[in-house]
């Protein structure tokens, strides 16, 4: 949708936007385009969009996928778009709260997200479909700037975060384009991003081990600034957190004891995760 019709849509519907529902309606075109071109869709794709607003992303994703489930929590919105896409067969438009929404019951094992994620809540809704049980195969999402800054952090900077590891767990993580406050009406107070994140080919810990590494992860990364080896001896996860323990453990790594939470990188945490927790015979040959 044009400014112009964005204009005469909220008018319509006497809707004021709402900073707590993060309404900030994208209006441009072109990065609408840019986004759905991002999911490389195809006519037997299913996808999920979070937050369709009013439905600058909908009409260009019915074009290309073969079926659109979007999720709007305003009830305005949703009456708004029900009527705006009458018919449109491939449109499931559900009425609720996308926290609470349980996508894995009505899209398939296989399926994409493409979505102008509420500004509010992106982390919390990020988290909820990186951690489910049958996650996005490919998910294109505008989030504001700073989330974009850590999902991609490397480590030793200031963005490098426990969001940065849960991601990157399962995902490869890529920052597709910069988003300009003006693309929106009204103009959000930050900067956008457009990332692309597409599901890794094969998982990089196994199961057993994901609990304890980001009971790890999350323990350490509450005092980044200091030594690991403190912080979690400190930690109260059990007896596999040991001082002399995780000495050994860092040592097999060749990291420095003093080193700390956001030194490490994502692969040698995973290997701190088996050094710690499994016996020394389950354990990869070290290289």
């Known amino acids: 949708m044009t400014p112009t019709e964005t204009r005469a849509a909220i008018q319509h519907l006497q809707l004021r936007p709402s900073r707590v529902l993060g309404q900030n309606f994208l209006v441009d075109q072109n990065i609408a385009r840019l986004i759905v071109k991002a999911a490389e869709l195809r006519a037997t794709d299913a996808v999920l969009e979070i937050g369709p607003g009013l439905g600058a992303l909908t009409e260009l994703l019915l074009e290309r996928a073969g079926r659109v489930v979007a999720v709007e929590k305003d009830a305005r919105l949703a009456a708004f778009l029900r009527e705006r896409f009458d018919r449109r067969e491939k449109l499931q438009l559900v009425h609720g709260d996308a ?4 996508f894995a019951a009505a899209l398939p094992a296989s399926f994409k997200v493409v979505a102008n994620l509420p500004y509010a809540i992106s982390t919390p809704l ?17 989030v504001q700037r700073e989330v974009a800054d850590r999902l991609t952090a490397q480590p030793r900077t200031k963005d490098y975060s426990a969001l940065t ?19 929106f009406l009204p103009m959000p107070m930050v900067e956008s991003a457009v990332i692309v994140l597409r599901l890794a080919t094969h998982p ?8 304890p590494f980001k009971q790890m992860v999350r323990a350490a990364f509450q005092h980044r600034r200091k030594m690991l080896r403190g912080v979690l001896s400190k930690s109260g996860l059990g007896d596999w957190m040991r001082p002399d323990k995780l000495e050994a453990a860092l040592e097999r790594l060749g990291a420095r004891l003093t080193v700390r939470a956001e030194e490490l990188s994502l692969a040698q945490w995973l290997l701190l995760t088996r050094e710690l927790v499994l016996p020394a015979t389950a354990r990869p040959p070290s290289n």
């Open 99 to 102: 926290l609470e929404f349980d």
């Open 204 to 211: 990089l810990l196994e199961p057993a081990l994901e609990g």
């Open 126 to 142: 990020l988290m909820h479909l990186v951690e489910s049980p049958t996650p996005p195969r490919l998910m294109v999402l505008t």
């Open 165 to 183: 590891l849960f991601t990157q767990l399962h995902y490869d993580v890529r920052r597709e384009h910069r988003v300009s406050r003006a693309c």
